[in-house]
């Protein structure tokens, strides 16, 4: 069983910068993908990146040129640098993790507690 840990969110204001980060600790293998989803109140859940191991990424249109993703596979860590925020952007930020690199939530095993984000105007 893999437990994945968020970290990072806040409250920041408009054109500001968060850095989450997800460590996962149980049994991943050398194949795990991680990504981010995001859920607004009220929205479906929102493909925001993903990573596979061999680094691989897919970024969502919405926040491609400003968020950044990254791992550090020693430490199975998945890392999210969001750089000239929105307050569109404000969401729960959850880390998921798998076997297959996808946009798809539900094809995801493994799921955070989320970290809420909040972009002030």
């Known amino acids: 069983q893999v437990q994945l840990a968020e970290t990072g969110g806040g409250l920041v204001q408009a054109g500001g910068s968060l850095r989450l980060s997800c460590a996962a600790s149980?049994?991943?293998?050398?194949?795990?993908?991680m990504a981010w989803f995001r859920q607004a109140p009220g929205k479906e859940h929102e493909f925001v990146a993903a990573?596979?191991?061999?680094?691989?990424?897919f970024y969502s249109d919405s926040v491609k040129g400003r968020f950044t993703i990254s791992r550090d596979n020693a430490k199975n860590t998945v890392y999210l640098q969001m750089n000239s925020l929105t307050p569109e952007d404000t969401a729960v930020y959850s880390c998921?993790?798998?076997?297959?690199?996808?946009?798809?939530?539900?094809?995801?095993?493994?799921w955070g507690q989320g970290t809420q984000v909040t972009v002030s105007s």
């Open positions: 998921a993790g798998g076997g297959i690199l996808s946009r798809k939530w539900d094809v995801y095993n493994n």
């Open positions: 149980g049994r991943t293998s050398s194949g795990y993908v």
């Open positions: 990573i596979s191991w061999l680094r691989v990424i």
